[in-house]
T-cell receptor, first 119, second 111 residues
């Protein structure tokens, strides 16, 4: 199946700094990628939908100025957590859909996740 | 607004037992439903994908069913093994091109 990678797999940073997380689709092109956040023992919450060549669409309650998303190419989306604070510590997972098939039949592939810890 | 519920939240069974995990969703307008496995601190592994036009999918000891009209799906695990211990997530792909996840079922299979 298709592969989605994330980098880094984990990061520890000081409060007030910015952290960039990369998400890549390795063997397919993804016009749309998704960013999720997961708190311990909770499910994944969709943060935003990243669209290649246009602005991301953020879910209600997600601060777009804090979580900057850039979908620079058909295989790369980045999430930058700006001025990180301890409450931003979480597991961030990206996903991409392989649109080569008919709409609705496409499969969603997930990256391995990035564990962010803000001290 | 689509909501996905998984029952039970946690389950502990002895090795070898057959078990069923349940998933329900409030809006039947879905493209597909997917079951994932997540090990602690890890990402997601896709187990089974059922298109809206399908009733079930099978992979090895896993069988997933979908009843779109009633908004339900089940994941059946046969002859459970300790290696099956993980959190199982159900997710629906909606007409709004979004994937909505359930809270998951934490499974522990005792040796």
């Amino acid at each position: 199946g298709a592969v989605v990678s994330q980098h880094p797999s984990w990061v520890i940073c000081k409060s007030g700094t910015s952290v960039k997380i990369e998400c890549r689709s390795l063997d397919f092109q993804a016009t749309t990628m998704f960013w999720y956040r997961q708190f311990p023992k909770q499910s994944l919450m969709l943060m935003a939908t990243s669209n290649e060549g246009s602005k991301a669409t953020y879910e209600q309650g997600v601060e777009k100025d804090k979580f900057l998303i850039n979908h620079a190419s058909l295989t790369l989306s980045t999430l930058t957590v700006t001025s990180a604070h301890p409450e931003d510590s979480s597991f961030y997972i990206c996903s991409a859909r392989d649109h080569r098939g008919r709409v609705g039949t496409d499969t969603q592939y997930f990256g391995p996740g990035t564990r962010l810890t803000v001290l | 607004k689509q909501e996905v519920t998984q029952i039970p939240a946690a389950l502990s069974v002895p090795e070898g037992e057959n078990l069923v995990l349940n998933c329900s969703f409030t809006d039947s307008a879905i493209y597909n439903l997917q079951w994932f496995r997540q090990d602690p601190g890890k990402g997601l592994t896709s187990l089974l994908l059922i298109q809206s036009s399908q009733r079930e999918q099978t992979s090895g000891r896993l069988n997933a069913s979908l009843d779109k009209s009633s908004g339900r799906s089940t994941l059946y695990i046969a002859a459970s093994q300790p290696g099956d211990s993980a959190t199982y997530l159900c997710a629906v792909y909606t007409g709004g091109f979004k994937t909505i996840f359930g809270a998951g079922t934490r499974l522990f299979v005792k040796a």
